[in-house]
Nanobody
Framework: VQLQASGGGLVQAGGSLRLSCAAS????????LGWFRQAPGKERDFVSA????????YYSDSVKGRFTIPRDNAKNTVYLQMNSLKPEDTAVYFC????????????????WGQGTQVTVSS
């Protein structure tokens, strides 16, 4: 499984940004795909995930109502649409995948893409 993340950048507080994660290597119908983030000096935190089979989604409390996780089946791509961004959203964002159900535990995700930096200025 390969995960290619893109779309990070610098944005002002209140702005929007969309991250993309292109997945390849096998069918993902039984997988959960999602995003974690890691701010400097902090642990990796769960952001959001989607279960490919039924589009069930889950969000951390810190992003609920501001972020969404749409997907494009034809492109095997998952997105992270980030709206109303705050300086505390500044982090490196990682795309992740695992067979089975959504979990918020980083150690339970088998596959990680390279990180993409998101910086939100105040």
């Amino acid at each position: 499984v390969q995960l290619q993340a893109s779309g990070g950048g610098l944005v002002q507080a209140g702005g929007s940004l969309r991250l993309s994660c292109a997945a390849s290597g096998r069918p993902f119908s039984t997988y959960a795909l999602g995003w974690f983030r890691q701010a400097p000096g902090k642990e990796r935190d769960f952001v959001s995930a989607i279960r490919w089979s039924d589009s069930n989604t889950y969000y951390s409390d810190s992003v609920k109502g501001r972020f969404t996780i749409p997907r494009d089946n034809a492109k095997n791509t998952v997105y992270l649409q980030m709206n109303s961004l705050k300086p505390e959203d500044t982090a490196v964002y990682f795309c992740v995948a695992r067979p089975g159900m959504i979990t918020t535990m980083a150690t339970e995700y088998d596959y990680w893409g390279q990180g993409t930096q998101v910086t939100v200025s105040s």
